[in-house]
């Protein structure tokens, strides 16, 4: 097990959370040894570098590049930004960090404030896991009792002050700059980029913005070293990573294992198919990435190159598996009517075309598809990728697309035979995208 795993190691029960728990688990340990020692930001910055930590959101940026694109000598507040608004389906791994672990995420946004200058910081805690938000603000009181937080922090010049700011459960809110938007007070939509956080974030200031999971691998990496991180997983897919296993499997939840291990062993570790079924599809990365037969799954590793070689992407982790009993007419569906639910309507591909995708794929699965539906979706999906001005839109058209293009046959036959190719006996009779019952 290596040191990374206490980020949800099982002491991190609630009973465990508080800072006296994480201060005996060696907790602010490298905060402290950073402030003692004024350890210059370019070398934390490098530190991250030769991690090669990417961001565990879902678009996975190098985390340290991120880092330094912070300008070192604007003059005023700049700001840091925690995305905890976890609200792609299938995803479920941030909250349990903020909920078990908090203090770990406060000292890794601690440790990159003083790498880039952050005098304030915001933790974004999605609206509908209030629970959670209230935990975090009474780890904020800990930290700021404790002297953490605020001016002057432990003695030193270093000051930086840290507040939650929780959503209301709007999915586009996710997308960083439509998250500034709302922090501000103003209508969670995206902004036209560039200019780039970086540049011109919240309240018009320099502004770097990070996942939990991102933040809470910090203090790890500092006590670690980034190279030693950077090997427990492969080039260029550094580290460990949380996956939120759902679907038809035996055991759900969040597994935290190197990159690069084979999907075969992450099935395992989840208690494989639930009921001995057989593996018919994953989506590897939340319900926006594309789907993956389970003949390519199967000989992939989970790290973020070899899920895009697969057609896919690593994205937000979070690994929905489904077995022989999915019709997936219907599970597109429900994918289909989310985008076209949380669509913000700012730009018209996505606005209009969201909902004239989930319009084709209901008719089908309700026994009204033409022949000419296919190509349809096809044509209105890529009239969407490319055409918005955040990536909801291609979150929106990779579902339909990947669906098509690996199972076709079964949207043939909903159209020719007015029924599903999977008899109704057969089917599974649960959620399509979240199955929590254990084997």
Request: aromatic fraction near 10%.
């Amino acid at each position: 097990m290596s040191e990374h795993r206490l980020i949800l190691d099982g002491l991190d029960g609630d009973h465990t959370w508080r800072l006296q728990d994480y201060v005996a688990r060696g907790g602010y340990k490298e905060f402290r040894k950073i402030l003692a020692e004024k350890t210059p930001p370019d070398t934390i910055i490098a530190e991250l570098k030769a991690s090669s930590l990417r961001g565990r959101g879902g678009a996975g940026f190098p985390t340290g590049l991120k880092w330094s694109f912070m300008p070192r000598s604007f003059p005023g507040n700049k700001y840091l930004a925690c995305n905890s608004d976890e609200g792609e389906p299938g995803t479920f791994k941030d909250r349990d960090i903020l909920r078990y672990n908090p203090h770990t995420v406060i000292e890794g946004m601690l440790i990159a404030a003083y790498a880039t200058g952050c005098t304030r910081g915001y933790n974004y805690i999605h609206g509908e896991i209030f629970e959670v938000y209230q935990r975090f603000e009474e780890a904020l009181d800990e930290a700021r009792a404790a002297g953490f937080l605020g001016q002057n922090i432990l003695g030193s010049d270093f000051s930086f002050e840290l507040f939650a700011h929780h959503g209301y459960g709007a999915y586009i809110c996710g997308e960083e700059t439509a998250l500034l938007e709302s922090i501000e007070g103003k209508k969670g939509q995206p902004r036209f980029k560039p200019p780039f956080p970086a540049s011109y974030g919240l309240y018009g200031k320099p502004t770097t913005v990070n996942n939990t999971e991102t933040f809470a691998s910090v203090p790890f990496i500092m006590k670690m070293g980034g190279e030693a991180f950077m090997n427990l997983g492969k080039p260029n897919n550094g580290g460990t990573k949380i996956f939120s296993v759902s679907g038809h499997v035996c055991r759900p939840g969040n597994y935290e294992i190197n990159l690069g291990t084979p999907f075969s062993e992450l099935l395992e570790m989840a208690g494989g198919m639930r009921g001995g079924r057989k593996l018919k599809a994953v989506i590897p990365g939340g319900s926006s990435a594309p789907v993956v037969p389970a003949d390519i799954m199967m000989n992939c590793t989970m790290d973020f190159d070899s899920i895009a070689k697969a057609g896919s992407m690593l994205g937000s982790g979070a690994v929905i598996v489904m077995d022989e009993t999915t019709c997936m007419v219907r599970a597109l569906e429900r994918l289909s009517r989310f985008y076209h639910e949380e669509s913000c309507g700012q730009c018209t591909p996505c606005r209009e075309g969201t909902g004239w995708m989930y319009r084709v794929v209901h008719r089908i699965e309700h026994g009204a598809g033409r022949p000419e539906d296919l190509d349809l979706l096809c044509s209105v999906a890529g009239n969407i990728s490319g055409r918005t001005i955040c990536a909801l839109g291609d979150a929106a058209a990779g579902p339909v697309q990947s669906f098509v293009k690996h199972f076709a046959d079964e949207f043939e036959y909903h159209i020719e035979n007015k029924k599903c190719l999977v008899p109704p006996a057969v089917q599974d009779t649960g959620s399509q995208i979240y199955v929590s019952q254990s084997c």
